[in-house]
């Protein structure tokens, strides 16, 4: 079965400070698209960033950046300068093809920005 | 940008009933699927659908749910027979043939049963 683990329930980050967000997965596929979703309150789930599994550059979408490391499969989402509007869940989430394309997601983490 | 568009935003509907959830996926997308969120947990695989058949179903999707493109625009999630466990957030979500750009998920009903 493949797993997400995202060990972190709960985080809190002071505003304009960095943030990581950590999560580990298990999967026998050698190519793959890792994801980073974000729940705000609204319960909208918005691709946060992509990251594909045979690019070894690590993606990074405006104040969001990723740590990819295949071997120890885990894909930690960095979110530079917090903003009171990233106070969200955040799903990490791998899209495997022998899953038929089907997103698995992790128990999320809940990250509050305060001010 | 295309979205996914999803009615009601929220349903109320007594133990027992039957229950539609629809979804308008974008027009290009072939892949689609049903995801659900009970309150507070982690989001959970339901259903996979293309080429009008299901691809996939997960545990959760017994025989109480259907799934069905009627018109190939609109793709619906009925309940037969809803319990009080079946309250949750219920998404859907579509895909390209592509993997790369991942899903584009709807903004969800919440479905309560009382």
């Known amino acids: 079965a493949q797993t997400v683990t995202q060990s972190q329930p709960e985080m809190s980050v002071q505003e304009a400070e960095t943030v990581t967000l950590s999560c580990t997965y298990d999967?026998?596929?050698?190519?793959?698209?890792l994801f980073w979703y974000k729940q705000p309150p609204s319960r909208q789930m918005i691709l946060v960033i992509r990251?594909?599994?045979?690019?070894?550059q690590n993606a990074t979408e405006n104040r969001f950046s990723v740590n990819f490391q295949k071997a120890a499969k885990s894909f930690s989402l960095k979110i530079s300068d917090s903003q009171l509007g990233d106070t969200a869940m955040y799903f990490c989430?791998?899209?495997?093809?022998?899953?038929?394309?089907?997103?698995?997601f992790g128990q999320g983490t809940e990250l509050s920005v305060k001010p | 940008e295309p979205e996914v568009t999803q009615t009601p935003s929220h349903q109320v509907t007594q133990m027992g009933q039957e229950v539609i959830l629809r979804c308008v996926p974008i027009?290009?997308?072939?892949?689609f699927y049903w995801y659900r969120q009970i309150l507070g947990q982690k989001v959970e695989f339901l259903v996979s659908?293309?080429?009008?058949?299901?691809?996939?179903k997960s545990e959760i999707f017994d025989d109480q749910f259907s799934v069905e493109r009627p018109d190939g625009s609109n793709f619906t999630l009925k309940i037969r027979s809803t319990k009080l466990e079946d309250s949750a957030m219920y998404f859907c979500?579509?895909?390209?043939?592509?993997?790369?750009?991942?899903?584009?998920f709807g903004s969800g009903t919440r479905l309560t049963v009382v």
């Open positions: 027009s290009n997308h072939l892949y």
């Open positions: 990251q594909e599994a045979y690019k070894q």
């Open positions: 659908f293309y080429n009008n058949e299901i691809s996939e």
């Open positions: 999967t026998s596929e050698s190519n793959y698209y």
């Open positions: 989430a791998p899209l495997l093809y022998n899953q038929g394309g089907k997103l698995i």
């Open positions: 979500a579509s895909r390209a043939d592509s993997l790369n750009y991942g899903y584009t």
